[in-house]
């Protein structure tokens, strides 16, 4: 009897994952374009386990079940394609690629297609969780092909986290991209929990005047509160942490921020459906900013700033703060959920929000107890227009705006840069006004590009245009799209 499935791309991810499928009793065939990685590996770290080490497609298209199933763990882009091309050659009709990797959605709607018109079945699926996840439980975020995930179901399902008395993080998406889609906006949530996390360490060590060690401590007991989560976790152990010298370590890590580039595309979406995805926006130009640190070192030496004031009550201001990290926290999943509503409005694909907080729940980067919340928002409300407006939300918000603004205003008033918790708060503002300047940019529109403009005291769909300078045409452009 064959293999119960592949793995191709012993990397990090791809070895903890196929020592995970193994550890849930499934035999797993793999295979490295390098080969003596497969060697090594079959030696090492798997030894004496049901893994069966291949040199070639061919021989692991051998050693498979039918239908067989593979999975496909290397770098997003080209590599992807190449594998697919000629894992084609080895397979036959009805077999499954999967490909685990970080690929743009867009890829996996092609390919999608693409293997389907082959007669083969494909599935694109985000895995969340790092080396750690991979190995212990990930989150496990699968689209693609329908017909293919009873097959795959219960591999994927067994081999990730399990949270709530057993239930999986993992479900399935929906059509072709949908997957990767979901863990695109995971990433991208990713990455504006990290950058608020980075504003209220750098309001603590420069506005406060607080030592590593107490940051860890007041990382610690928000972990124990609404904050709980793993990143809140990992950020009171860095903080935490002693370099050989016994000096905070965090202090020595050049302040140069990289990134994969899932974040751009999350903020790339956005922009294409439109959504004001102004957080996780602001949390990828932080990035990009960063890694301008020859510039900022010469600009510090043309520009100064105020010199920060610690405020009298550091203890009230650590209330305040906790509670502008958390409501802005709130906004950025309200964001994000916003893009994958319209997302699933032009590709037709039923997203179940409540079961996406949940593959979330557990394994994940973005792991946290909130996400239970969310869960439950809709649960009460599938089509629930923004979670804003869910009435625990709600009251996160209300409770939270007076010291939201004290600390947003605080940091403009020192001088400490907080793009994301002040963007997050814009957007808020923005979100509750019943009227906002647009009226003024429509007419500047039609001014000098006769685009047109509806009228307050008009039905909506009416448009009309003026000739504001008098020696203008009468003749309109198109109507704007809103």
């Not at 021989?59 to 039918?66: D, F, H, M, R, T």
């Not at 005047?209 to 860095?238: A, H, P, Q």
């Not at 002040?422 to 940019?441: H, K, T, V």
């Not at 590009?449 to 245009?465: C, I, L, P």
């Amino acid at each position: 009897m064959g293999a119960d499935i592949g793995l191709i791309g012993l990397a990090v991810m791809g070895e903890n994952l196929v020592l995970n499928m193994e550890s849930k009793g499934f035999q797993v065939a793999v295979f490295n374009r390098t080969t003596s990685k497969v060697d090594d590996f079959v030696k090492g770290r798997g030894a004496g386990k049901k893994i069966t080490g291949c040199h070639s497609l061919a021989e692991l298209a051998g050693a498979l079940s039918k239908p067989r199933k593979a999975m496909i763990m290397v770098k997003a882009g080209s590599a992807v394609d190449d594998t697919i091309e000629q894992l084609l050659g080895v397979f036959e009709k009805g077999d499954i690629i999967i490909d685990g990797g970080n690929s743009n959605y867009q890829d996996t709607i092609r390919r999608t297609s693409y293997v389907e018109s082959k007669g083969l079945l494909y599935i694109g699926t985000g895995v969340s969780g790092g080396e750690e996840g991979a190995l212990t439980g990930p989150s496990i975020m699968p689209g693609g092909s329908p017909a293919a995930w009873p097959l795959v179901k219960p591999v994927l399902q067994a081999i990730s986290a399990k949270v709530d008395g057993g239930t999986p993080c993992c479900d399935w998406v929906g059509e072709n991209g949908a997957g990767h889609f979901v863990k695109m906006v995971h990433n991208g949530i990713e990455y504006g929990d990290m950058q608020l996390i980075c504003e209220t360490y750098d309001i603590m060590k420069n506005l406060l005047g607080l030592s590593y060690e107490e940051m860890g401590n007041v990382f610690e007991e928000w972990n124990k509160g609404e904050l709980n989560s793993y990143l809140i976790e990992i950020t009171r152990d860095i903080l935490k942490f002693k370099d050989a010298d016994g000096q905070p370590l965090a202090e020595k890590i050049l302040d140069t921020a990289g990134q994969k580039g899932t974040g751009k595309w999350t903020g790339i979406a956005a922009l294409e459906f439109g959504v004001p995805l102004t957080l996780i926006g602001e949390a990828v130009f932080s990035r990009c900013l960063s890694a301008a640190k020859n510039e900022r070192v010469r600009a510090s030496k043309v520009f100064s700033g105020p010199k920060p004031a610690k405020p009298a009550d550091v203890k009230a201001f650590l209330v305040d703060l906790r509670k502008a990290l958390y409501a802005a926290k709130v906004v950025s999943y309200a964001q994000g959920y916003l893009l994958m509503r319209e997302a699933a409005k032009e590709y037709k694909w039923n997203l179940n929000n409540g079961g996406i907080a949940l593959m979330w729940r557990g394994g994940c980067i973005i792991r946290s107890t909130f996400l239970g919340k969310i869960k439950e928002a809709f649960d009460k409300q599938p089509d629930l227009e923004n979670l804003l407006l869910d009435p625990f939300f709600t009251s996160i918000i209300e409770d939270a705006q007076v010291s939201w603004r004290r600390v947003v205003a605080a940091a403009v008033t020192n001088g400490i840069t907080a793009p994301t918790l002040s963007s997050a708060l814009a957007y808020f503002d923005g979100y509750r006004s019943e009227r906002l300047p647009a009226n003024l940019l429509q007419a500047q529109r039609d001014y000098f590009g006769a685009h047109t403009y509806e009228r307050v005291d008009k039905n909506r769909g009416e448009f009309f245009h003026t000739n504001w300078t008098g020696h203008g045409g009468n003749t309109s452009a198109s109507t704007y799209t809103v």
